[in-house]
Nanobody, 122 residues
C-alpha cells in the first residue's frame, strides 16, 4: 500500500501561483510513476501532469504547458506541482496518484490521495 497526502491548495487570484505537495508513505516511492489529476465541479477527472519513477520524463496536458511544473524528490518521498499564471479555469480539486505504469490515464493509477482544493478567483 502507498498512502498519499496532498497539501498546498488554497484560494489565489488569477495570475498568482501555488505549489502543491504530495507526501508518500508505505512502499518505496521511487518504484512508482506519479501524476497530478484534477476534477472541477460537474466535470470528469482529468490528467494535469505525470512524471516517471526517476523524474527523467514528464507529461503535461496542453492547457497547463508552460505554466505548471511537475517534479519529485525521491529522497523526501514527495512530489510537487508548481502552478504559475493560474487561471479561473484551473479551479478544481487536485489529486496526486501513484502507479506502477507511467500513464496519463486515471484508470491505470493504483493509489490516490484525497485531494486538495485549488480556487482561482478572477
Amino acid at each position: 500500500q502507498v498512502q498519499l497526502v496532498e497539501s498546498g491548495g488554497g484560494l489565489v487570484q488569477a495570475g498568482g501561483s501555488l505549489r502543491l505537495s504530495c507526501a508518500a508513505s508505505g512502499r518505496t516511492f521511487s518504484d512508482y510513476a506519479m501524476g497530478w489529476f484534477r476534477q472541477a465541479p460537474g466535470k470528469e477527472r482529468e490528467v494535469v501532469a505525470t512524471i516517471t519513477r526517476g523524474g527523467g520524463s514528464t507529461y503535461y496536458t496542453d492547457s497547463v504547458k508552460g505554466r505548471f511544473t511537475i517534479s519529485r524528490d525521491n529522497a523526501k518521498n514527495t512530489m510537487y506541482l508548481q502552478m504559475n499564471s493560474l487561471k479561473p479555469e484551473d479551479t478544481a480539486v487536485y489529486f496526486c496518484a501513484a502507479g506502477s505504469t507511467w500513464s496519463r490515464r486515471a484508470s491505470v493509477m493504483d493509489y490516490w490521495g484525497k485531494g486538495t482544493l485549488v480556487t482561482v478567483s478572477s
